[in-house]
């Protein structure tokens, strides 16, 4: 696996058109100079294109440590002092590799610091990675649809902006600079096809943003151990069932009955089978069954699925599990006094609490800084049970997409993209490890998640891409998910909605 540095995560962008932009996305990169003035050439770098460094024995030339990336005419890559950032909202100096006090970081994270200070002295650029502007996750598209509609500036940036349907719109207005145009990027290179972000945000044959790391795992099933002993079941168990590829819907199913208790026989669960953001359980379980709300087809085109049969078991039994053992969230005192139902985010706490043996969530949340970082007892953690239209655990990849503002020129189009290229790769001089474990064994995970269930989540066979999040105005929490509560009608909530989704996914398609 190739290894992950920073989340970079892409954005919501509203739909403006590029008429105060001072150059397009869609132009070819041509060879010029880093500054006109001088003769350096950025080139039409051949990825494959390398120099090892090895030197004549007999001189006094210095052996390059790692292999150097050249022109196709084999003269060096020169980017004229560039200053390139990474915007983000989440970086800080504990997080940064590069700004992270040396003594904390791993064998492997001081290699690739120490690789990456080669590279920008080697290929003469400088990349840092940060907030700026005060960026954070909900003004992030706004910032970026802001710089890329004025013109931008004499900046370099490569903007970190979240993933939801606007991007579609982004695209096609060409706010987002065609990556496919840069020979500088490879996208059968492992470092892309890993996360596979670049199929996720293609369009007409371009690519418009990019990932460059290992694809993180989202939703997953944590459990609690005392909880899942006190019903006649075992951490190991669970592990067991899932290396044996066993861990199915009614396994899960059956496991909740057992660990589900009504202490005082007042026929409300005091422990129960799970709890979650109902929403995001509901989703993490259609692509637990391999199914899909939109998907993609081998031209290209967007296709509804939400209305076809793996797609609609997964709902219904959803439903079910809602009903029968998911935790009935308690009324709580408002601040006026009066008794109202809890806040979304409930469930969090309740978990912690011990109201439930699982907790269906996403992984992040029991890596350090999060939510889970307190808990007061021992956890495990496994994949979503499959169900029977799937062959294996799977989880819905969401990775944290790059892009390049569409209104810079080509030949800063071209460095910035290589800088990335550089920035994000494992050379081979250097034995690469995966930084999904290293950062999670600092959190609340025990040995069997560490080695078993995180660097599955990861792998190509277990992750899917979702296309729901592409097609402009489709709603699916308030349209659908959000609806599925336990006493939902699920065919009729799905007929309510087929006709506009359709619309919606045909006019994305350019129908």
Known sequence: MKRKFV?????????????????????????????????????????????????????????????????PDGSAIDLGGMEIVIRDWFSTDETDIMQADPDTLSSYEAEIREYREWAMEKYNFKLSQGIVD????????????????????DKAYVFTVRDCNEMTAAMRN????????????????????????????????????????????????????????????????IYDLQKDGKWTWDAFEAICKDVQKDNDNDG????????????????????SNNAEMVGKDGSGKYVLKVNEQPTLDALEFANKMIKEYRHKDPQVQGEDGTMQDAPWD???????????????????????GNFLADISFDAGFVMMPYGPNAKTNLNRWSNNPALIPGCYDAEKAWNIAFAYDVWFEVPPEIEEENSIVSRARSGIFDQRALDETLPMMSETAHGMVSYAGMIPDLQTGPDLIWGINGEAKVSEAVDAIVESWQAKVDAANGN
């Open 134 to 153: 005060n960026c954070d996750w909900g003004n992030a598209p706004q910032q970026f649809v802001d710089y890329v509609t004025t013109g931008g500036d």
């Open 346 to 368: 409930y469930y969090k706490d309740s978990w912690k609490n011990g109201d439930a043996c699982f907790l269906l969530e996403q992984e992040y949340a029991g890596t350090p």
């Open 7 to 71: 989340p970079v995560a892409l954005a919501a962008v509203m739909a403006f058109n590029m008429a105060a932009c001072s150059s397009g996305g869609d132009a070819q990169p041509t060879p010029g100079t880093t500054d006109p003035g001088t003769t350096t050439d950025p080139g039409t770098t051949d990825p494959g294109t390398t120099d090892p460094g090895t030197t004549d024995p007999g001189t006094d030339e210095e052996v390059e440590p790692y292999t150097v990336r050249t022109k």
């Open 268 to 287: 409300i669960a005091d422990v129960a089978g799970w709890t979650a953001n109902t929403g995001g359980a509901v989703e993490a379980f259609i692509y």
């Open 174 to 237: 060409g706010q987002m600079y065609d990556l496919s145009t840069l020979d500088c990027l490879d996208f059968n290179d492992h470092k892309y096809t890993q996360n596979r972000l670049n199929e996720q945000y293609s369009y007409n044959g371009g690519v418009y943003a990019f990932y460059g790391s290992i694809a993180e795992p989202r939703d997953g099933v944590y459990f609690n151990k005392k909880l899942l002993e006190d019903g006649g079941h075992t951490a190991d168990e």
